[in-house]
């Protein structure tokens, strides 16, 4: 007797059960799941990538500028983001071509105008600060200089410069940042340059700093440290000055008393050798001002670095404002470290300035347009 082979009923049977179709569709989901979580952890990586091989600058409006200006300006305080973050936004933002955004710069300037009014009170001036005035230092609040006539005919009979005069103007920096940068040609090329503290401008220097020189302030520790505060021999300080041809100096006479006699020593040591090089002393209320002006911005330090005054100063003299040797940083955008200053690595006294703060300003105001800020070699 024949035995019937009972037949096996697979459930599974004409379905793709971890078949080719299932896994495919698998590996199709799974990929699509990485790829938008590659997008929301890593999509900046995306633009960065491509930034790196493109050859050439990206207009300024375009998409790629936009986002990477919008990674600057969503940092709202330099302690949001490790400095190695912060340099890495401000390298790749390095392909945008800046552009001046006219209302940006225009409502900064406005609020300037306001708030500190350079034109008419950079200076102290015969317009400004009539004789018999009771001048009130910026520091020492308490003690009063009456100007008397003999100070009243040093001051100029108004403000040397108006409101944008200027077309294009750089303002120099000390910093290492400007060390083998190649920037002096384009530097000399505006219309108006400002230097800080007689710095050295040299055969040695002049191809990264340039050479022209319109306006330079002089801190009068440097005069009471380096010339034994004009007591003696006058013309080694004089000769430094020759360096920088007819341009005026400016000096904070009124910040505190011992400014005030060592600064009238540069004035009458120049008219002593019949220099025609204006001098200029800061209004201590126009100076008083811009500190609380940064502080709202959040600067906030005992004294603001003599760039920060001239680039305040700059931005309503000037119709565009660029700066070259800016930086508060131990090392450069690439994470190379630098000296303090393109001559030297001299660092300033701890806790005086708030360096990284003004630098981490200039860096915002170089995204929004106002300013444009130079950390890279010229061209």
Known sequence: MLRRKMGYSDPSSGKDLLGSRSLCFIFICAFGLVTLLQQILYGKNYIKRYLENYDGSFDYNSTAC????????????LTMVKTSDLFERWRNLQVCRWEQNKEEASNFKMSLS???????????????????????????????????????????????????????????GNGGIIKNSKCGKEIDSADFVFRCNIPPINDKYSADVGTKTDLVTINPSIITERFQKLEKWRRPFYDVLQNYENSSVVLPAFYNTRNTDVSFRVKYMLDDFDSQRGVFFFHPQYLLNVQRFWAVQGVRAKRLSSGLMLVTAALEMCEEVH???????????????????????????????AMPHEIFNFIHMHTRGIINVHTGPCA
């Open 66 to 77: 936009r986002e990477l200006r919008q990674e600057i300006i969503d940092v709202k305080v």
């Open 114 to 172: 306001r708030c500190c009014n350079a034109p008419n009170f950079l200076f102290t001036t015969k317009r400004n600060t009539p004789a018999g005035t009771k001048l009130r230092y910026e520091v020492d609040t308490s003690g009063i200089l009456p100007i008397t006539t003999e100070i009243f005919k040093m001051l100029p009979d108004d403000m040397p410069y108006s409101k944008s005069q200027f077309k294009k103007c750089a303002v120099i």
């Open 323 to 353: 700066l070259y040797g800016f930086w508060a940083f131990p090392m450069n955008p690439s994470g190379i470290f630098i000296t303090h200053h393109y001559y030297d690595n001299v660092k300033p006294r701890p806790g005086f300035h």
